[in-house]
């Protein structure tokens, strides 16, 4: 019965690395989100994976971004040459079915980036 | 474009007391409406979800109210516990399309005051 889990839950990169982010979302979910929360905010949507097609990846800030999900289970979000405004929390979600609307969510990667 | 604007932005509500968190939406195709929690450090968990072919939803001290027409939908809380003091978020989303994103409003921050 484990939940969405991500890792690491914080990391600390110095400006201009590269970042690499985990989520394994609940065993057997099609659907699997990433967001980008700043201090303050609401989530905002990043990208969608329905199994291991990447279905909509609008919401990536740059091509800096980019994220897989290549068995159709865990997913990594890399952010190269990371840059200050990058720092948030980055939430995974999954949901069971590819129309599905419930979506559970981690605790998120806290990213700072000095 | 701010999709699903919430208010207010804090709330202070006395123990037993009822809590009423507002949100407004945009978008006439969003079919879906959520509520989540989010304590500090964690990520945002679901309370209660509607769908607009019903005006109300309950669940224990938790009722959504849902006015399809005005394109407003609120949280009420009932009977306010200090446990409850925590980040509320709206969310809506269009199921069937192909990405059942969810766009987050700005969030309410409530404390439960004993």
């Known amino acids: 019965g484990a939940g969405v889990s991500q890792s690491p839950r914080y990391k600390v990169a110095k400006r201009g690395q590269d970042v690499a982010l985990r989520c394994d979302p609940i065993?057997?979910?099609?659907?699997l989100f990433w967001y980008q929360q700043a201090l303050g905010q609401g989530p905002e949507f990043l990208t969608y994976f329905q199994n291991e097609a990447q279905l909509d990846k609008s919401g990536l800030p740059s091509d800096r971004f980019f994220a897989e999900r290549p068995e159709g289970s865990v997913s990594t979000l890399k952010i190269q040459r990371t840059q200050q405004e990058d720092s948030a929390v980055y939430l995974c979600?999954?949901?069971?079915?590819?129309?599905?609307?419930?979506?559970?969510f981690g605790p998120g990667t806290r990213l700072t980036v000095l | 474009q701010q999709q699903v604007k919430q208010s207010p932005q804090s709330l202070i509500v006395q123990k037993g007391g009822i809590s009423i968190i507002n949100c407004a939406y945009e978008?006439?195709?969003?079919?879906?409406f959520p509520w989540y929690q989010q304590f500090p450090g964690k990520g945002p968990a679901l309370l209660i979800a509607?769908?607009?072919?019903?005006s109300e939803k309950k669940e224990g001290r938790f009722t959504i109210s849902f006015n399809k027409s005005a394109k407003q939908f609120s949280l009420h809380i009932m009977d306010s516990q200090p446990g409850d003091s925590a980040t509320y978020f709206c969310?809506?989303?269009?199921?069937?399309?192909?990405?059942?994103?969810?766009?987050f409003g700005t969030g309410t921050l409530l404390a439960v005051q004993p």
């Open positions: 065993s057997g979910h099609v659907s």
């Open positions: 969310a809506a989303s269009r199921a069937g399309g192909a990405t059942n994103k969810l766009i």
């Open positions: 979600a999954s949901s069971e079915r590819a129309s599905g609307d419930t979506q559970y």
């Open positions: 509607i769908r607009p072919d019903v």
């Open positions: 978008n006439t195709a969003f079919d879906y």
